[in-house]
């Protein structure tokens, strides 16, 4: 039977279990002991069903991941000069530029 990725989510961890124990696919060797995370990839490789990818839209992620990665510097700067004013302020920024980034992707 040919399956969906959104039919496959709503099944349980023992259903996915018996569709992957009828296919003998090289990606679903062990899938006795998967979580149901890893069984819906294995089985979506297994099915040859396109499985989603998120993207950030109307955003510059590059840009973004690396404003947090000199934040991350200053962050580590301040907690060496143990100077919590400026610590709670550049972990702050981290957070902000985190959720800008999670609200972009779809």
Known sequence: MAYTLE??????????????????????KGYSVMHKHELLRA????????????EVVGLNKGAIKAQIKELKHKRDEAAGHHDSARLKEVRRKIHRLKRMIHKATV
Do not use: F, G, M, P
């Not at 279990?17 to 990606?27: F, G, M, T, Y």
């Not at 089985?43 to 998120?54: A, D, F, G």
């Open 7 to 28: 039919e496959l989510k709503k099944k349980t961890v023992a259903q996915l279990r018996d569709i992957a124990k009828a296919s003998d696919h090289e990606a679903l």
């Open 43 to 54: 089985l979506s490789r297994s099915l040859n069903i396109e499985h989603e990818h998120h």
